[in-house]
């Protein structure tokens, strides 16, 4: 074992030293897998990162509630009825109120509807808002809901339609000095006055929604019918059922209760078709997956092509160094040198020409991280780290491969000989 250990230092310096002394074709060596694992390890790790963004900009729809609205979330089917959905109707506010008395499976029902771009005004100051929210008590059972200022609607503010307001940070900025400057004071929609009894606390901006999150309004979803339509010809509806996925797995029982009541309140036959549809949050995360699978397999096949022209140039560098150290070799194999001895001489300076490269591009990698991308975080994983320095490895083991063999089965006295 000692004998072992002592040769494997030996081969470790000695190709260390050969690549020392030749640091012009070592670096040339490099590039290749350098380029290759940069590429690839830089598209992963964007992948990721443009992932993560996005399913956390959609994690305020959560994993734990059902949506019940007129259109599917059927993104992967190629014949979708589009003309079929737009005949469906949209949910009501009496079917919200059915739910909720009769709903066993569920832990909360709501109904909200939206309307964007819309104008707010307080004095001589104005505020456009991404969406105006109709929004009923149960609405802050979905998500977690953070005040700097102010509180949530009461149940009789909702179900009365009061005219109540809670508002986003930005619109808080944009009208007034402080989130408690703002409790109580009036903005104006469309003639009508809203007191303001919430001031929501700052979210920041996130990738693809600037600061969408810190722009929205809410009101009562009755007070949202007083000045825009909702249903045909208006803001579409939408109703949302939390269960317990705890003790409802996948929320199955709870998705069949919701669809046979449904289907009993409007009317419909054992034959007909349903003419609503129950859509799962997690459709989208699937979704987003998908779409960001295809770039990754995009990102592999070019990096491939990259390590593989580098796998290339490493093999011939190390055929080149192979006819450079023939006679040193006949000199080893006279003196006992074993053919693993040799063998292993050139498969270290193939993996460490590779690794070195596969670290130079994942380093270069890193670098990329450093600049401020403002809401886009880029981050290197470990995983994809370790990935970069185990495909460079492999590389670099598979092009000294040949060379190395050729090395360790040469004859020793025409070796020598060949001086």
């Known amino acids: 074992m000692k004998l072992f250990l002592r040769l494997l230092k030996e081969s470790f310096v000695f190709s260390f030293n050969a690549l020392i002394a030749n640091p012009v074709r070592t670096v040339l060596s490099l590039l290749g897998v350098t380029i290759g694992i940069f590429t690839i390890i830089a598209v992963l790790s964007t992948v990721d990162s443009l992932e993560k963004s996005i399913k956390d900009n959609l994690s305020f729809l959560g994993t734990d509630n059902l949506r019940v609205e007129k259109w ?3 993104f992967n089917n190629p014949s979708y009825e589009w003309w079929k959905f737009f005949r469906r109707p949209e949910p009501t506010y ?4 059915f739910l909720k008395e009769n709903l066993i499976n569920a832990e909360a029902v709501e109904i909200l509807t939206s309307r964007g771009g819309v104008n707010v005004k307080f004095q001589n100051n104005s505020s456009v808002i991404d969406n105006l929210n109709g929004v009923v008590f149960e609405n802050q059972f979905f998500g977690d809901w953070e005040f700097s200022a ?10 009365t339609g009061s005219n109540a307001a809670i508002i986003g940070h930005k619109i808080m900025e944009d009208l007034f000095k402080s989130p408690e400057f703002a409790i109580g004071k009036q903005l104006k929609i469309k003639g009508k006055s809203f007191t303001i009894i919430g001031v929501t606390k700052e979210q920041g901006e996130s990738f693809g929604a600037g600061d969408s999150f810190d722009r929205q309004m809410f009101i009562p979803f009755n007070s949202f019918k007083k000045i825009y339509k909702v249903g045909k010809k208006g803001s579409n509806a939408v109703l949302r059922v939390k269960g317990n996925g705890d003790t ?3 929320l199955v029982n709870l998705e069949y209760e919701l669809k046979g009541l449904l289907r009993a309140k409007r009317g419909i ?3 007909e078709d349903d003419s609503f549809a129950i859509n799962r949050p997690e459709y989208l995360a699937s979704f987003v997956s998908a779409i960001f699978s295809t770039i990754s397999i995009a990102g592999w096949v070019i990096g491939s092509f990259s390590i593989l022209v ?9 055929f080149v160094s192979v006819k450079e150290r023939v006679p040193i070799i006949g000199l080893q194999k006279s003196l006992g040198a074993k053919k693993y001895f040799i063998l292993m001489q050139f498969l270290f300076e193939s993996s460490f020409l590779s690794v070195f490269g596969g670290l130079f591009g994942i380093f270069f990698v890193f670098l990329m991280t450093l600049p401020d991308l403002g809401t886009f975080d880029l981050v290197i994983s470990f995983e994809n780290v370790i990935l970069g320095v185990t495909i460079s490895s492999i590389i670099g083991i598979l092009a000294g491969l040949l060379p190395a063999i050729f090395a360790s089965n040469l004859d020793p006295v025409e070796a020598i000989r060949s001086n």
């Open 310 to 318: 580098g796998g290339f140039g490493i093999a011939n560098i190390m």
């Open 72 to 74: 599917p979330w059927d």
């Open 150 to 159: 102010g509180r949530f609607f009461t149940q009789n503010e909702t179900l």
């Open 269 to 271: 036959k054992p034959i």
């Open 94 to 97: 009496r079917e919200y109120e």
């Open 248 to 250: 409802d797995l996948g």
